[in-house]
T-cell receptor, first 110, second 112 residues
Framework: EDQVTQSPEALRLQEGESSSLNCSYTVSGLRGLFWYRQDPGKGPEFLFTLYSAGEEKEKERLKATLTKKESFLHITAPKPEDSATYLC???????????FGTGTRLQVTL | EPEVTQTPSHQVTQMGQEVILRCVPISNHLYFYWYRQILGQKVEFLVSFYNNEISEKSEIFDDQFSVERPDGSNFTLKIRSTKLEDSAMYFCASNRGAGELFFGEGSRLTVL
């Protein structure tokens, strides 16, 4: 069974204080690893897809990286509007569904 | 920008009643999904649907649940004989098969 574990569960940063979120996975036949952002009471919003170890993707203050066992979401100089829950998900084998981790709840304060 | 739309945004029902949650997936997408998120818990896969039939379902998706694509645009989730533990956010999603899923804003179901 595919396992996706995210850490930390919650993270509080001051504005401008960079950090990283971790997503470790144990799966058979990874096809893709996905990062989503979820605001309270809303649906997950797609951020990045990573397909192979060594791959990196960037968008504004966010950068996602992938190794054979884990992925990191680096947040550089975060702002309060980056506060959200960040979800990691995997797509494996021939299935099209995504399997999600429990998420990291990020709060960025002034 | 195309988006997945869901109705209703919030439904309150009595235990034992049947509910139908509706979704309009993105028009050129071929795969449709329902996910559930109980308050404070992770987003859980329920079912995927392709070519007018279920392609995969989880252990959660038992005989209480059914899905249907009644016409060319709608995709529905029916929950029969609702229980208190069915209270959750239900998300519809769609994609072309490989790659990212696009999610709707969700339907909050409250069972009293």
């Amino acid at each position: 069974e595919d396992q996706v574990t995210q850490s930390p569960e919650a993270l509080r940063l001051q504005e401008g204080e960079s950090s990283s979120l971790n997503c470790s996975y144990t799966v058979s036949g990874l096809r893709g690893l996905f990062w989503y952002r979820q605001d309270p009471g809303k649906g997950p919003e797609f951020l990045f897809t990573l397909y192979s170890a060594g791959e990196e993707k960037e968008k504004e203050r966010l950068k996602a990286t992938l190794t054979k066992k884990e992925s990191f979401l680096h947040i550089t100089a975060p702002k309060p509007e980056d506060s959200a829950t960040y979800l990691c998900a995997v797509q494996t084998g021939t299935a099209s569904k995504l399997t999600f981790g429990t998420g990291t709840r990020l709060q960025v304060t002034l | 920008e195309p988006e997945v739309t869901q109705t209703p945004s919030h439904q309150v029902t009595q235990m034992g009643q049947e509910v139908i949650l509706r979704c309009v997936p993105i028009s050129n997408h071929l795969y449709f999904y329902w996910y559930r998120q109980i308050l404070g818990q992770k987003v859980e896969f329920l079912v995927s649907f392709y070519n007018n039939e279920i392609s995969e379902k989880s252990e959660i998706f038992d005989d209480q649940f059914s899905v249907e694509r009644p016409d060319g645009s709608n995709f529905t989730l029916k929950i029969r004989s609702t229980k208190l533990e069915d209270s959750a956010m239900y998300f519809c999603a769609s994609n072309r098969g490989a790659g990212e899923l696009f999610f709707g804003e969700g339907s909050r179901l409250t069972v009293l």
